[in-house]
């Protein structure tokens, strides 16, 4: 129909979703193996909020598979946190192996299929946050973050926000808490190649009080089923609102 706006497209990622590490890199870590299991190696609960997402969107979904300890896929390729203190002492040589073979295809990736979509991508990228840091409770169970200055994302946030809380008005959902939403990242950084009005990138950071358990199951299915209403809203009343609003979230 002449003058219709092309469908949405919706991005699923989550770059921190695994704490394994090749073998190729094993023994960076051979005094330090409990590092591994901490919350500087992962977001723990990440991996099944993208996954419920990308089926309940009928979304593609991206996730690192290797530890951001490596070589972190939420920084930008000169940022000087991109190596930890772990990868950090390697060669050149070595950092660009990483690079190579953990890091540049992500961006690749991503780049290709906002610029392959034939209109809006909305970009959900999934992380947690540990509960206490530095001997700080953090208050939020749920943050939103986003680029306000950019009127379509920020409207988008909000409507998240909004679902999200009648979902369940006891969890305390904030926008660009506890980080900001413009910090360096992947969406962060795309947003220089890409205009509002063709992508709209959100990091949701889930406590991690949420990463499993029964509790957690409850929390993630809210996330989803908040975050179809407002893609589908988005969306408007036509035939792509209507497809995501039939798909039932997974709780899984």
């Known amino acids: 129909m002449p003058g219709r706006e092309p469908p949405l497209s919706v991005l699923i990622t989550a770059e921190h979703a695994s704490n394994a590490v090749p073998s190729r890199w094993a023994e960076l870590f051979d005094d330090s193996r409990d590092v591994l299991r901490t919350h500087r190696a992962w977001d723990p609960g990440s991996l099944p909020l993208a996954r419920a997402l990308a089926e309940a969107l009928g979304a593609k979904l991206m996730t690192g598979r290797w530890t951001r300890l490596l070589v972190d896929l939420n920084r930008s390729e000169h940022h000087p946190k991109r190596f930890s203190a772990f990868s950090r002492t390697l060669t050149a040589a070595e950092r660009e192996e990483l690079t190579r073979a953990l ?28 509960p ?20 379509d994302e920020d409207a988008f946030c909000r409507a998240l926000q909004k679902a999200l ?9 904030h926008r660009n808490r506890p980080y900001r939403g413009t910090s360096d990242g992947l969406g962060a950084w795309h947003r220089r190649m890409f205009d509002d009005s063709k992508l709209n990138t959100l990091e949701i950071e889930l406590n991690q009080r949420f990463a499993e358990g029964r509790e957690a199951v409850a929390v993630r299915t809210a996330i ?11 969306a408007g009343g036509g035939q792509r609102a209507a497809s995501v609003q039939n798909r039932s979230p997974a709780a899984s």
């Open 165 to 173: 809380r009648g979902r369940d008005p006891d969890l305390a959902v």
């Open 224 to 234: 989803v089923t908040a975050a179809v209403e407002a893609i589908a809203t988005l």
């Open 132 to 151: 206490v840091l530095d001997g700080k409770v953090r208050s939020t169970d749920i943050g939103l973050l986003h680029d306000p200055s950019r009127p």
């Open 103 to 130: 890091w540049r295809s992500h961006w690749q990736a991503y780049a290709e299929f906002v610029r392959a979509a034939p209109g809006r991508v909305i970009h959900l990228a999934c992380h947690s946050f540990t």
